[in-house]
Nanobody, 125 residues
Framework: QVHLVESGGGLVQPGGSLRLSCAAS????????IGWFRQAPGKTREGVSC????????RYSDSVKGRFTISRDTAKNMVYLEMNSLKPENTAVYSC??????????????????WGQGTQVTVSS
C-alpha cells in the first residue's frame, strides 16, 4: 500500500509561482508513476502532469505545458510540481496519485490506485 501526502499549496497572485510536494511512503518504489490531478469546485477532475518513477519520463496536459514542471527525488520518495505563471483558472485542489501497474499512464485518473488528500491552490489578486 502507498500513502501520499501533498503540501505546498496556498494563495498566490496571478503570474506567481508555487511548488507542490508529494511525499510517498509504503511500497512507493513499486509504483509505475506518480501523477498530479486537480479539481475545482463544480468541475470535473483533470490530469495535470505525471512522471514515471523508473526513468523520469514526464507528461503534461496541454493547458500547463511550458509553465509547470514535474520532477522526482527517488532517494527521498518525493515528487514535485513546480507551477509558474499561475492563472486564476488554475485555482483548484491539487492531488497526487500513484499508478501501481502503469495502466493509468499518462493521466487516466480512474486507473490510479492511491490518492493523497489534496492541497488547495488559490490564484487571486
Amino acid at each position: 500500500q502507498v500513502h501520499l501526502v501533498e503540501s505546498g499549496g496556498g494563495l498566490v497572485q496571478p503570474g506567481g509561482s508555487l511548488r507542490l510536494s508529494c511525499a510517498a511512503s509504503g511500497f512507493s518504489l513499486d509504483a509505475y508513476a506518480i501523477g498530479w490531478f486537480r479539481q475545482a469546485p463544480g468541475k470535473t477532475r483533470e490530469g495535470v502532469s505525471c512522471i514515471a518513477i523508473s526513468d523520469g519520463r514526464t507528461r503534461y496536459s496541454d493547458s500547463v505545458k511550458g509553465r509547470f514542471t514535474i520532477s522526482r527525488d527517488t532517494a527521498k520518495n518525493m515528487v514535485y510540481l513546480e507551477m509558474n505563471s499561475l492563472k486564476p483558472e488554475n485555482t483548484a485542489v491539487y492531488s497526487c496519485a500513484a499508478d501501481v501497474d502503469g495502466s493509468g499512464w499518462p493521466l487516466y485518473a480512474g486507473r490510479y490506485d492511491y490518492w493523497g488528500q489534496g492541497t488547495q491552490v488559490t490564484v487571486s489578486s
